[in-house]
């Protein structure tokens, strides 16, 4: 149903003064439909980031994709965030294949 590709980009040269935001990554899930995509953003969007001063996350659909852009201060709290974000993703993913559309109740 879905096929992901995830990017890292590598810290950036400014000075911490100038960008405090040092890592980020970002990540795509193709669900080939809006309605799943908007689904699964419903859900992660709940969880808020444990600590926002840390790590920043901006999701958004488009075009049956869900995107992910995550921006922190150190690598270990991107990495953690990431890690969480790919669990919820996982359940919500195997949620909807086994009650989706098509479901006999």
């Known amino acids: 149903m879905a096929a992901a590709a995830a990017t890292a980009a590598a810290p950036s040269a400014l000075s911490h003064d100038q960008n405090q935001w040092e890592f980020s990554c970002d990540f795509e899930v193709d669900f080939e439909s809006e309605e799943n995509a908007s ?9 808020k980031e444990l600590q926002p001063d840390k790590v920043k996350r901006q999701m958004s659909v488009a075009n049956g994709k869900l995107s992910v852009h995550f921006e922190a201060v150190e690598a270990r709290f991107l990495r953690a965030s990431y890690s969480a974000l790919v669990d919820a993703l996982t359940l919500a993913t195997k949620t909807i294949e086994e009650f989706g559309p098509g479901m006999q109740l």
């Open 39 to 47: 689904m699964v953003f419903a859900a992660l969007a709940v969880d």
